[in-house]
């Protein structure tokens, strides 16, 4: 194994092991009552499995919750769709897809850009003109929170 990568591992899993100990939401988790309604409502169907989950898949879990309820019933239709092809994957299937974003994620942002445009070049003609139509019907705001978003997206640190 690569030192470097040998470090990065290290570091980030003592780094994990101080955050669990000393966040009390991690180190205790996050219990169902301290959910807010809506978050209870959204992960119901976990409700009696909650208590046996690790910490960190509780917080996980509440974080993502809160962004299913910030959704478009449009981007809820895409994540549902998108979590269908992923449930119809095999595990070497999935790993695969893995091992390609890790690699993605630590290309240069000039290369990741072009991977982006070329992408885009690929796709039919008709996905290509919604996904444009869709831009040009956005307002300045939107566009300007779309692209912030995708910003931080990009600067987020990758988890192991």
Do not use: H
Request: hydrophobic share 30%.
């Amino acid at each position: 194994m690569n030192t470097q990568i040998l470090i990065a591992t290290l570091t980030a899993g003592l780094l994990a092991a101080t955050l669990v100990t000393a966040c009390p939401v991690w180190a205790g988790g996050v219990a169902w009552d301290d959910l807010t309604t809506r978050q209870r409502q959204v992960l119901a169907p976990l409700r009696s499995s909650w208590d046996q989950l690790p910490a960190e898949r509780q917080e996980k879990l509440r974080r993502g919750a809160d962004r299913w309820d910030s959704m478009s019933p449009e981007q809820r239709d895409q994540a549902r769709q998108r979590f269908e092809r992923w449930q119809s994957m095999t595990p070497e299937q999935r790993e695969k897809l893995r091992q390609r974003y890790q690699r993605f994620k630590q290309l240069p942002p000039e290369q990741q850009e072009r991977q982006r445009r070329d992408w885009f070049r690929q796709l039919p003609e008709d996905k290509r003109k919604a996904l444009r139509e869709k831009w040009q019907n956005m307002t300045p705001e939107e566009r300007a929170a779309f692209r912030e978003k995708q910003r931080q997206r990009r600067q987020q640190p990758q988890k192991p």
